[in-house]
Structure formats: structure tokens, C-alpha cells
């Protein structure tokens, strides 16, 4: 299962990830994959999150969060 979402989600960054310096979120429908390097562990980790599809929406903007604070 994981290596079929780091396999589309390499398709989807369209270069190579940078685990040790960057977090990659990708929305399905159905659900949320994140993939990420803790160091306190020193592993990469995967969260995979189960989401309503019926009455979840994900939107994004260019702005920037710390202006909108």
C-alpha cells in the first residue's frame, strides 16, 4: 500500500523528494498520505488518514498564511 502512494507521489512532485528537509501531503479522495523524516527517531514516517468523502473538501490558495494572521 505505501509504495503505491510514494510512487504517486513522486509522479504527482514530479522530481525527486527531499525527505530530510521538506513534507509532502497528498489529498485522495477518501483520504490524506503524509510522508516525512523525524529526526528525533532519525525514520521517515507515514501518517495515512481516512476522510469522508461525502463532506470533505480541500481547497488551496497562493496567499500567505502569515499575512492572513
Not at 507521489?9 to 510522508?35: A, I, Q, R, S, W
Not at 516525512?36 to 500567505?64: C, G, H, S
Amino acid at each position: 500500500m505505501v509504495d503505491k502512494l510514494v510512487k504517486l507521489l513522486k509522479e504527482k512532485h514530479g522530481k525527486g523528494l527531499n525527505l530530510k528537509d521538506d513534507v509532502y501531503y497528498l489529498f485522495l479522495k477518501g483520504g490524506l498520505f503524509t510522508l516525512y523524516y523525524d529526526e528525533d527517531e532519525n525514520t521517515i514516517k507515514v501518517d495515512v488518514e481516512f476522510l469522508p468523502e461525502e463532506n470533505t473538501f480541500v481547497y488551496f490558495d497562493e496567499q500567505e498564511l502569515s499575512n492572513l494572521l
